[in-house]
């Protein structure tokens, strides 16, 4: 009489061994994925062009960006589309009744300079992946052959939607004042850029940076609609007051030239300086 044996584990051969080559390969192929996922939808590295954020920033410098406008406060340094969203359609007109005053029009808000870059820091929008997303909010709202924006800058946020801001406050840098403090101000130390730019410290908060003061004397905040008799005036941030640490260099396109910046022109936020380009020696001699 025969009797069928079951198998012994001993009986099937064993699996093959992974060796260190064929792990590494996989850590490496697994964290490609992760960075490319990573770069795609929360940060990448991106290249500054200009020096509108000097001394802080500088052409050819690279920073860490992070996408979105989550946990923004004074202080932080963020990328922004200067040309405002285009506005809601205007109602059909209204019929005056007799003995009515017409309504006067809100003043219109005064647009950012697109084709003036001078030596603004301007971050390329291919960069940070948005020719891919602007097609697609293109093809969901029916409309096609519009183009992406040609560039986005960088300025520091000063104030934010709900701040109280002071413009013509002589005891600030700017003359301004946030929420009732004077943005407070102080001469740097050394002598500044080379050229002989004046720097100067300003502080927001806990926040303490450098900027290369203006050499065209009393900033104009035209953008605002602010008259240019001094003040000071008051009035309530409808979005974020965003100013270049470069002066003059910064002034075309941030808030003293095209007023507050809604949340919808920020892309996002600058969180680290990474590294720049060499120093040319040439630069260096002259």
């Known amino acids: 009489m025969f009797f069928r044996r079951e198998p012994e584990p001993d009986d099937y051969p064993a699996p093959p061994d992974r060796t260190w080559p064929t792990r590494l390969a996989w850590c490496v192929l697994v964290g490609g994925a992760a960075l490319l996922v990573l770069r795609c939808s929360f940060a990448t590295v991106v290249e500054i062009h200009g020096d509108g954020m000097a001394p802080n920033l500088h052409s050819g410098d690279h920073v860490l960006f992070v996408r979105g406008t989550w946990g923004l406060d004074r202080g932080d340094l963020v990328v922004y589309d200067p040309t405002p ?116 410290f300003e502080i927001i908060g806990d926040r303490r940076y450098q900027v290369l003061a203006s050499t065209a004397g009393p900033d104009a905040w035209h953008g605002m609609g602010v008259p240019a008799d001094g003040g000071p005036y008051e009035m309530p941030a409808d979005g974020y007051l965003l100013v270049a640490d ?30 720049g380009a060499p120093e040319d020696p040439a630069k260096d001699k002259r």
């Open 85 to 200: 969203p285009p506005p809601p359609p205007e109602p059909a007109p209204v019929q005056e009744q007799p003995g009515e005053k017409p309504v006067p029009e809100a003043r219109p808000r005064v647009p950012g300079t697109r084709d003036r870059l001078r030596n603004t820091a301007v971050v390329d929008p291919k960069e940070l992946g948005l020719d891919d997303e602007w097609e697609k909010v293109q093809r969901r709202s029916g409309v096609a052959g519009k183009p992406p924006p040609r560039s986005l800058r960088v300025a520091r946020i000063l104030a934010v939607p709900g701040d109280s801001v002071t413009f013509g406050d002589a005891r600030g840098a700017l003359g301004l004042a946030i929420n009732g403090e004077p943005l407070a101000h102080k001469p740097g130390d050394g002598p500044g850029e080379p050229g002989g730019r004046p720097t100067s």
């Open 246 to 275: 470069n002066r003059d260099e910064g002034a075309c396109c941030d808030s003293r030239a095209i007023g507050w910046v809604e949340s919808d022109q920020i892309r996002g936020e600058i969180v680290l300086r990474l590294g």
